[in-house]
C-alpha cells in the first residue's frame, strides 16, 4: 500500500561546501539509501488487527462468563502492545534524525494520517449508534465530544498514538542521549513499567489513574514505545537475536502464557484473592508473554513473506498489510451490524469458538473489502489514511513483484534499508 505519509523522512542537508583545497565528493544524502518497506514487519499488521478483531468478537458474541473466554482475551490484549511497539518503531526509524526544522512537516503527516480518521470515524460511529439512545439535541452535543475526547471503543488506540506523537520530541532526545546505554534505559523502563501496572492492578492510585482512563493515558504503555524506539535504532541486531532465537522465544512465550493463565484462574475462581481482578488487561503478569508474543508475530511475519512461499500467498499478505488501519477503524460497524442481526444468538446451535472463528473471518474479509473500495475513491484519506489507488490494482493476484536483482535481495536482508516510514496508516 501507498500510505498517505509515504514521503521519504526528511534527508539532513549536505552541509556548506567543502573548501577550495578539498576534494570535492558526492553530497551525504546522495551516499544514504532509500529506505523502503520491509514486508515481513508488514506483514505484521494484519496478524495484529486479527486479534483485534478476535478480541471484540470475543466480548460481544462469546459467553462472558465462560472461563475460557476471559483467558483467551487475557491474552489477546497484547494486541494493543503490539500496535504500540510497531507504531514507535517504525515511526523512530524514519524520523530518528529528525531535527526542530522538520517538526511542522512531522505534524502535518500526521494529522492526515491519524488525526484525520480518527475524526471521520468517529462521526460515523455516532450516527451509527444515534438510534440506540434518547438523545436531546444538548446531550447528543456533549456525547459526540466526549467521544472524540475519549475515543469511540477500539479508536481510543490512536488517542495514545497521538500522546506519542506530542512526546515523541523529548523521548527522541532520551533515546539519542543515552547512546551506548540502551540497555540500562530498557531495564529502567521496565521497572517502571512493572510498578505503575502494578498500582494499576491493585488500585493503589485513583480511580482516574486506572481502568477506562488508565487504557487511554500513554504512560500506561511507555515501555512498549520505549522498546519500539531502541529497537529500530537496534534494527539490525535485533532482527537477527530474534531469527537465531526461535525456539527459545517460542518456548518461552509459552511458559509465559501458561503462567499468566494460571495467575487468571486462580484470580477469577477466587483461589488467590491477593492477585486482584483476573480481567485486568494491564497488569505485571502480561509482561513477559507480551514481549514474547511480539517476538512471535515478527517471526511469523518473516516466514509469510519468505520468497519461498508462493506468489498468491504473498500477494494476500500484502493485501491484507494494505488494508489493515481500515480493518482496525470499520471492524465496529461490521460487530455492531452482526449483533443488531441475532448474531448472539448463533451460541445456541453452535460452539462458541466456532461462532468466534466465523465472526473474525466475516469481519476481517468485510472490512478488507470496503477499505479496498474506499482506498479508490476521494473518500480515501480521510477514511483508510491512505492515498488514491488506481481500480487495475484491486485484485490481489495482479499484484506481482518485478524480478528483482542480487543487489536488492541483498538490501532486503539488511533490515536497515527497508522499513516503512509510516507508522499507522496501513
Known amino acids: 500500500m501507498t500510505a498517505v505519509d509515504t ?23 546522495a551516499t544514504k539509501p532509500a529506505k523502503r518497506r520491509l514486508d515481513h514487519v508488514d506483514a505484521m499488521r494484519p ?44 515511526l523512530m526509524y524514519s524520523y530518528g534524525s529528525l531535527r526542530r526544522a522538520g517538526y511542522g512537516r512531522f505534524y502535518r503527516r500526521r494529522f492526515v494520517s491519524v488525526c484525520l480518521p480518527y475524526l471521520c470515524w468517529t462521526v460515523i460511529y455516532f450516527f451509527v449508534t444515534l438510534h440506540t439512545a434518547s438523545y436531546t439535541p444538548w446531550t447528543g452535543f456533549e456525547h459526540f465530544w466526549y467521544l472524540v475526547a475519549t475515543g469511540y471503543y477500539q479508536l481510543y488506540y490512536l488517542l495514545v498514538i497521538m500522546q506519542f506523537y506530542v512526546l515523541f520530541p523529548l523521548l527522541l532526545l532520551l533515546v539519542r542521549r543515552t547512546k551506548g546505554h540502551h540497555g540500562a534505559l530498557m531495564v529502567a523502563s521496565l521497572a517502571v513499567q512493572v510498578l505503575i501496572v502494578s498500582l494499576m492492578h491493585w488500585k493503589v492510585l485513583p480511580p482516574d489513574m486506572r481502568g477506562f482512563w488508565a487504557s487511554r493515558e500513554v504512560i500506561s504503555y511507555q515501555f512498549y514505545l520505549l522498546a519500539g524506539m531502541v529497537a529500530a535504532v537496534h534494527l539490525d541486531d535485533v ?55 511480539i517476538a512471535c508475530i515478527y517471526l511469523v511475519g518473516v516466514y509469510l513473506v519468505d520468497r519461498r512461499r508462493p506468489t498468491t500467498v504473498r500477494a494476500m499478505v500484502r493485501s491484507g498489510s494494505d488494508n489493515s488501519y481500515g480493518v482496525y477503524l470499520a471492524q ?7 449483533s443488531w442481526l441475532g448474531w448472539r444468538t448463533l451460541d445456541h446451535y453452535l460452539p462458541w469458538p466456532v461462532v468466534s472463528i466465523l465472526t473474525v473471518t466475516l469481519v476481517f474479509l468485510g472490512c478488507v473489502l470496503l477499505t479496498s473500495l474506499l482506498a479508490r475513491t476521494p473518500l ?17 493476484e495482479r499484484w506481482r513483484s518485478r524480478p528483482t536483482t542480487a543487489a536488492e535481495l541483498a538490501a532486503e536482508e539488511a533490515v536497515s534499508s527497508a522499513i516503512d516510514p509510516d507508522p499507522v496508516a496501513r
Open 239 to 293: 532482527h537477527n537475536w530474534i531469527c537465531r532465537h526461535v525456539r527459545l522465544i517460542l518456548a518461552g512465550t509459552v511458559v509465559a502464557a501458561a503462567v499468566a493463565e494460571v495467575w487468571f484462574v486462580l484470580s477469577a475462581r477466587h483461589l488467590a484473592p491477593w492477585m486482584g481482578s483476573g480481567s485486568d488487561p494491564l497488569q505485571p503478569i502480561v509482561i513477559p508473554f507480551n514481549v514474547g508474543a
Open 7 to 29: 514521503g521519504d523522512p526528511a534527508v539532513p542537508s549536505a552541509g556548506t561546501a567543502p573548501p577550495a583545497s578539498a576534494p570535492a565528493g558526492p553530497p551525504d544524502n
Open 380 to 396: 480515501t484519506v480521510a477514511l483508510t489514511g491512505r492515498q488514491r489507488q488506481e481500480w487495475r490494482t484491486w485484485i490481489p
Open 332 to 338: 465496529m460497524v461490521f460487530i455492531l451490524a452482526l
Open 47 to 90: 496478524i495484529k488487527q486479527a486479534g483485534v478483531v478476535s478480541t471484540h468478537s470475543l466480548l460481544f458474541f462469546a459467553p462472558g462468563a465462560s472461563l475460557a473466554v476471559g483467558g483467551a482475551l487475557m491474552l489477546l490484549h497484547v494486541t494493543r502492545e503490539a500496535f504500540l511497539f510497531i507504531s514507535a518503531c517504525m
